[in-house]
Nanobody, 115 residues
Framework: QVQLAESGGGLVQAGGSLRLSCAAS????????MGWYRRAPGKQRELVAD???????DYTDSVKGRFTISRDNAKNTGYLQMNSLKPEDTAVYYC?????????WGQGTQVTVSS
């Protein structure tokens, strides 16, 4: 069983930065694709960014050039560096890990960007 734990959320002013972390238990983190999703109030969950086991990344258009996803397999941890934050980035952010045919989720961390 894999457990994911996000941290690093909080309240920040527009233009500021935050770095989210996702710590994974178990020993399959290194072979899985890690993703960051978010759900804003009244909206559907959307994929923000993901990174494969080989390090290939993909981003939704609204965060390109501002967010960077990365991973440290030795630490079983993934990251989402968020710069130039905007009020519309306000959401609960969830990390996910897809590996061996299963999809695991963290509990989420709140990010609030004030204008």
């Amino acid at each position: 069983q894999v457990q994911l734990a996000e941290s690093g959320g909080g309240l920040v002013q527009a233009g500021g930065s935050l770095r989210l972390s996702c710590a994974a238990s178990g020993n399959i983190f290194r072979i899985g694709t890690m993703g960051w999703y978010r759900r804003a109030p009244g909206k559907q969950r959307e994929l923000v960014a993901d990174i494969t086991s080989s390090g290939s990344t993909d981003y939704t258009d609204s965060v390109k050039g501002r967010f960077t996803i990365s991973r440290d397999n030795a630490k079983n941890t993934g990251y989402l560096q968020m710069n130039s934050l905007k009020p519309e980035d306000t959401a609960v952010y969830y990390c996910s890990l897809q590996a061996l045919g299963r999809l695991y989720w963290g509990q989420g961390t709140q990010v609030t960007v004030s204008s």
